[in-house]
């Protein structure tokens, strides 16, 4: 796979993923052949005018080893290059088999043992301590017995978090011992053991995202704060901001140190309400859902991991337009507005644009199909509760 970067094909997963439109598009662009797999045709990556070929594929979450099956024969069939596993059910599965894939296409991948250290947020918390980034207080519990004693000497609320889910899925904040007890024997259920953390408020949220070589070399970054989310409290980001926030950065990278890494992370922090400093929260060890963000600011990672895929070295991208802003309409920031009491005071306002220097993931003039595409998602998935919950926890 390695040699002149030329007509290649790209095989991208989870099409109904903004974050895969972006992919799209910045592969697209360069006259890649872009292929894309999704559930349904109806979504809206399949919709834009960079995707060559949509592919409809099993349940990767449902039936992960029918999923794989289909993989393997569809980067034969296609003759694919370079696979891009764009969200957590998808990167699973490569990552189990990423010998196996390896032998028939390009996988930038980390190690095993280093994802499983990042995926789990009780051994990422563990890490950012054991290097002193701060992190809110946490609790391990190893036993159901051990509860109410290991919280005695916490103040409520407390936080309970999965050890292992993406963005905000199975997140509580309990507000004393019964919904405690309630909520993490619920929680429980379904993730188990799930860490107990000190809340720290609803302050402002960064997240650093990086990119390593295959020898574990830092070859891009970049910042970018939340802006507006939803659900308002806790969801993901509907709007963000490109900015530059040295001490945060510094925080990502002593973490980073310490899990040598292969291809694109994200790490996010928030401020403490409390003592107003950065406290580290977890680690995404794949593309974020706001990834056009950093697209827009200068910071090209889904090109730049497309390169290492075929070629050894990339040049180093450290840095890029601050102020720039992008926004996630639909249907994010229209939900956020509809939630949000506060909405006249909405900065930037609702519905923000050029005059703003605000760019939308989805909707482009370039490119105006895969807003199309969205609104057929819709319908196809009105009464689907599970791609509801897909879409907003992340």
């Given amino acids: ?10 095989l991208l997963t989870n099409g109904q993923q903004r974050k895969t439109l972006a992919v799209v598009r910045s592969l697209g662009k360069r006259n890649l052949k872009v292929i894309v797999a999704e559930e349904t045709r109806f979504n809206p990556s399949a919709f834009s005018k ?15 080893d029918k999923y794989y099956s289909w993989l393997c024969r569809v980067i034969v069939i296609y003759k694919c290059d370079v696979m891009v596993p764009m969200d957590d059910d998808v990167f699973e599965i490569v990552m189990k088999n990423s010998k196996e894939l390896l032998k028939i296409c390009s996988i930038v991948l980390p190690t095993m043992q280093n994802y499983l250290r ?12 054991e290097v002193g980034v701060p992190c809110p207080q946490t609790i391990h519990p190893k036993k159901l017995c051990d509860l109410l004693s290991l919280i005695e000497p916490m103040k409520f609320p407390l936080v309970i978090k999965p050890r292992v889910s993406s963005g905000s899925r ?6 004393n011992k019964e919904e405690f007890i309630k909520d993490y024997q619920e929680i429980h ?3 188990e053991f799930p860490i107990i953390q000190e809340y720290i408020g609803i302050g402002d949220r960064y997240d650093v995202c990086l990119l390593f070589d295959n020898d574990n070399k830092l070859k891009a970054q970049f910042v970018q704060k939340e802006i507006r989310h939803f659900p308002i409290d806790i969801g993901p980001s509907t709007m963000q901001e490109s900015v530059e926030a040295p001490e945060v950065l510094e925080y ?30 977890e680690i995404n060890p794949r593309f974020w859902g706001s990834l056009q963000m950093a697209i827009t600011a200068g910071v090209d990672f889904p090109w730049m991991l497309y390169k290492l895929s075929v070629e050894d070295e990339v040049e180093e991208v450290f840095k ?22 506060d909405r006249k005071k909405m900065d930037p306002p609702f519905l ?30 009105l009464f689907d509760k599970n791609m509801w919950k897909l879409i907003f926890k992340r």
């Fill in 1 to 10: 796979m390695k040699g002149r970067i030329d007509m290649k094909t790209v």
């Fill in 50 to 64: 960079y995707c060559n070929k949509v592919l409809v594929c099993p349940s990767a979450s449902k039936e992960p």
């Fill in 118 to 129: 990042a995926c789990d947020k009780s051994n990422a918390t563990k890490l950012a301590e």
């Fill in 170 to 175: 199975g997140i509580r904040i309990v507000n």
């Fill in 189 to 191: 259920g379904v993730y």
């Fill in 252 to 281: 990502a990278l002593r973490i980073m140190r310490k899990l040598p890494w292969k291809g694109v992370v994200e790490l996010e922090f928030i401020v403490d309400e409390g003592d107003n400093k950065f406290k580290f929260m």
């Fill in 320 to 341: 890029y337009k601050t102020g720039c802003m992008c926004s996630w309409l639909l249907p994010g920031d229209i939900l956020h507005f509809i939630g949000n009491k």
């Fill in 352 to 381: 923000a644009g050029k005059k703003y220097g605000v760019q939308d993931d989805i909707i482009w003039g370039e490119d105006p199909l895969p807003a199309l595409g969205f609104i057929l998602a819709c319908f196809r998935y």
